[in-house]
């Protein structure tokens, strides 16, 4: 898609912000080459599910400002993740600081942005078995580059399993749904691409929000059971 066309607007104001301060919580990281229909997708179902989504673009700027995906399309941020503070090792699983899941879409240049950023992985440290991680496509390379997770199961992109196996206890036998694998131990939910991303969110929301909500939300979007 042309550079030309219009951001994706995803920043809320302050009041629908304040309205949400109970709401279930989810941050999602973009960067420069992430996946479109994966970050997208992802947000959406959030959204839906009645999640108090907060986009983050890990860009070392002075002010917020689009984030070009790996197809061309603009995604304006809420806000840069170097703004938030940061959680600490004090920070329990109730601290105000975690959200519920810790989003990480793919995108090969996003991802490996990510995985390159000393603050995202301070992010995903901080998070790790106290609250959802989830990663798809090319996402578990930063989970791996943040040190976290070794030994759990993950499933990935095709082409980044051969960076993750041997880390990892590398899952790529599964077909339908099973294209999302949970490993509830270390509290992951992992996917294989931009095709498998409604299964990968809709696993998010029943890990949440429980599988009432689930179906609640499957059939206004025409999603297949």
């Known amino acids: 898609m042309h550079s030309s066309r219009t951001p994706i607007n995803t920043t809320r104001t302050h009041r629908q912000q304040m309205s949400d301060s109970k709401k279930k919580t989810a941050l999602v990281l973009i960067a420069d080459g992430t996946e479109e229909m994966e970050a997208v997708i992802t947000i959406d179902v959030l959204v839906r599910a009645g999640l108090d989504v907060t986009v983050a673009s890990i860009k070392p700027e002075a002010s917020v400002q689009p984030v070009k995906c790996s197809r061309g399309v603009k995604?304006?941020?809420?806000?840069?993740?170097?703004?938030?503070?940061?959680?600490?090792?004090?920070?329990?699983?109730?601290?105000?600081?975690?959200?519920?899941?810790?989003?990480?879409?793919?995108?090969?240049?996003?991802?490996?942005?990510m995985a390159a950023s000393p603050l995202v992985h301070e992010w995903v440290q901080s998070h790790y078995k106290k609250s959802l991680l989830a990663a798809v496509c090319a996402g578990p390379t930063v989970l791996k580059a943040s040190n976290v997770a070794k030994g759990a199961k993950v499933t990935s992109h095709p082409s980044v399993r051969t960076e993750l196996e041997g880390y990892f206890a590398y899952q790529d036998n599964y077909i339908g749904k099973s294209i999302v694998v949970q490993d509830k131990d270390h509290r992951l939910i992992t996917s294989r691409g931009p095709g498998s991303t409604f299964e990968f969110a809709l696993a998010i929301v029943e890990q949440l929000q429980g599988a009432k909500t689930v179906d609640e939300i499957r059939g206004p979007m025409m999603f297949p059971q």
């Not at 959200?99 to 942005?113: D, T, Y």
């Open 75 to 113: 995604i304006v941020p809420d806000t840069l993740l170097s703004s938030l503070a940061v959680p600490t090792t004090t920070d329990d699983e109730h601290s105000p600081k975690l959200f519920n899941v810790l989003v990480i879409p793919g995108g090969g240049p996003g991802a490996q942005a």
